[in-house]
């Protein structure tokens, strides 16, 4: 079935059964785009093979052995490579569903991922502009209490207040993290909706939420909290049972290789939750630009009553 996108605003439940309609309609058109980067990531899970653990050592150690061996330079570079490369998939992803959402066909396979391709330098600009922004109030409270706490001690009662100003301080950090994310959560979405560049998407996105924070923030912890079911159900399905495949004993080098069929397999449910998350970014998006207008025409009309 064709998906029409909403004529008007709709309430929070409204969005949300908007945001499943377009992935069940744009799931024909999304999931060969998905599959691929689930097929990238098991590619980065059998490619990196770190050495194998030391013998005799608890699983929990061998486990810390694992991953502390995924830090060498190449594992960087691959990880910077599979970073480019979802940025693309999520990229033609957003083309193709924000081509639904105004009426339009969806595209090719190949046409999708070559719009998601030129879009990427606009997806790093503005990934490194968020990273700017979440740093500019994490250094400055950690200098602060670099600053603060050894200052305190030796006084009365230094231990209680330190820990007073960590807690106050982390607080802040946390709430003001997640008012600006929600604020500029839907910039990818412009990036492909509104063809602009990642520094402006940004700020659209820092408009288009501004007066409608719970709004947003509500729609999104709903979808966040199902794309996540969805998730650990599947990782949970995966490792039982591959976990019961070790049951009889585990060596070393079993182990890496069923933490890297975990990780490999587990990467299939990037099918239903990609074009998920891209789908509610565009609900959003579409709900508020509605918004917007309609309070723009309520504006124009009374103005013009007045007049």
Known sequence: MKYVAPSAPLSI???????????????????ALALLAAVAGAIVQFTLTPDLATPGLSSYLQYLQYWSTLRAPTVLLTDIVYWLVLLVLYGALLAQQAAMVRGEEPFSFGKALSKGLNRVPHLVLGFVLLILILMAIFIPIGIGAAILLPALR??????????????????????????????????????????????????????????????????????????WIFELAVGTVIAAVVGFMGVHGTSPDLLIRRLQLIGAVGGLARILTMPLLTAVWLAIYHDLILRREGGDLAARAEALGGA
């Not at 207040?161 to 946390?174: K, R, S």
């Open 154 to 227: 030796g006084t009365a009662g230094a231990s209680a207040l330190g820990m007073l100003i960590a807690v106050l301080g982390i607080t802040a950090v946390v709430i003001a993290a997640i008012y600006l994310m929600v604020r500029l959560q839907l910039w990818m979405a412009i990036v492909f909706a509104e063809n602009l560049g990642g520094a402006t998407a940004l700020g659209r996105s820092w408009d288009l939420v501004k007066g409608h924070w719970w709004r947003v923030a509500s729609i999104g912890f709903v979808a966040g909290v199902v794309i």
């Open 13 to 31: 439940g409204g969005v949300l059964d908007d945001w499943i309609r377009l992935f069940r309609s744009s799931l024909g058109a999304c999931w």
